[in-house]
């Protein structure tokens, strides 16, 4: 009687652990993905940002160039 | 009898308090991404998995997949990205880049001095929500906003009009839909950007060889040295802002390439 009551204890304990690690483990799985999303996108994001105000300014070379050498 | 009933009783109703604990504790990982929205939620609800990537050929592909998906557990873009960040535009991100802007038909730019003068108008940024799905079908379909210029070459390539149809999968939140989406976002507009930075880039070298043929004609001619340093000061200028360019292009290419494939 013991026994069973013991072996039954067992088993609710390992029921309880195997729920909640499988939880936390699909949740911990999403945040490190977003988080490299996160990472990577803004990595992205600021190197076009940096591209567009580049091209801003070798834009503006050009009309000045275009000033300069009025004939092609 | 009774002892061991009540045992038993309480033993099943502490494993179902338990299964439902966990999966509450899942839940809440979707709701902290609900309490987030942005404008864009429409667009994340409705894709699917995030895909196997794997399964290209390619291994570039699939590394560069793979972080968009987000598989690098250390939250930075990949070693070989960061490598190649530093330099220059190797001839191998060029021929990328050149083979992705030719499968989407983006390459549509071709200065000359009359139509760069209304370079705005030829550049159109009125964006457009498209379906994009990837190359081999592996990964879920994004929804993206892309320019009216890029559209068509994307419809060409079997995306469609609209936002994706909507997928019930709930392994991940609202929160990891929406920033995918506001990931392949970003990617599109450095996409977008590298090709017409790049197309500025060839004109702008077209122009300097020019320039550089005409100055050395009027250093012949006897012009005064006055006009000439000032017309070589111009070319100087433009010579370093090339050079720049060149380099942030050669970046945002290797940041990007083959993302979107």
């Known amino acids: ?72 | 009898m009774k002892r061991k009933m009540t045992i038993y009783s309480s033993l099943f109703l502490l494993a179902v308090a338990c299964v439902l604990s966990a999966s509450t504790f899942q839940e809440k990982g979707n709701k902290n991404g609900k309490g987030q929205k942005g404008k864009n939620d429409k667009d994340q609800s409705k894709h699917g998995n995030p895909g196997k990537d794997k399964a290209q050929g390619n291994d570039h592909a699939a590394k560069n997949a793979e972080n968009a998906r987000g598989k690098n557990s250390q939250g930075k873009p990949d070693k070989e990205d960061k490598v190649k960040m530093n330099g220059k535009p190797s001839q191998e991100v060029r021929k990328n880049d050149r083979r992705y802007a030719s499968e989407y038909g983006m390459l549509g730019y071709n200065w000359s001095r009359e139509n760069f003068k209304d370079r705005k108008s030829f550049r159109k940024q009125d964006k457009v929500t498209i379906c994009h799905k990837f190359v081999n079908g592996s990964e879920s379909p994004v929804s993206i906003r892309v320019s009216a210029n890029a559209a068509k070459a994307h419809l060409n390539h079997g995306d469609v009009m609209g936002d994706c149809p909507a997928l019930n999968d709930s392994r991940y939140s609202d929160r990891y839909w929406r920033n995918r989406s506001d990931y392949y976002n970003n990617v599109q507009y450095n996409q977008e950007q590298v090709l017409y930075s790049s197309s500025i880039l060839d004109y702008a070298l077209q122009r300097l060889a020019g320039s550089r043929s005409q100055l050395a004609i009027m250093q012949s001619n006897n012009t005064p040295l006055a006009d000439i340093q000032r017309k070589q000061q111009v070319v100087n200028g433009l010579e370093e802002n090339v050079s720049v360019l060149e380099q942030l292009i050669g970046l945002a290419t290797n940041v990007v390439v083959n993302k979107l494939m």
């Open chain 1, 1 to 72: 009687m013991k026994k069973n009551k013991l072996l039954v204890l067992a088993l609710a304990g390992m029921c309880v652990t195997f729920s909640a690690c499988t939880g936390q483990k699909t949740n911990n799985k999403e945040e490190i993905e977003i988080k490299t999303m996160d990472s990577t996108s803004n990595v992205v994001k600021e190197s076009a940002d940096k591209l567009e105000e580049q091209t801003k300014k070798v834009e503006a070379s050009l009309e000045k160039l275009d000033n300069e050498f009025q004939t092609p």
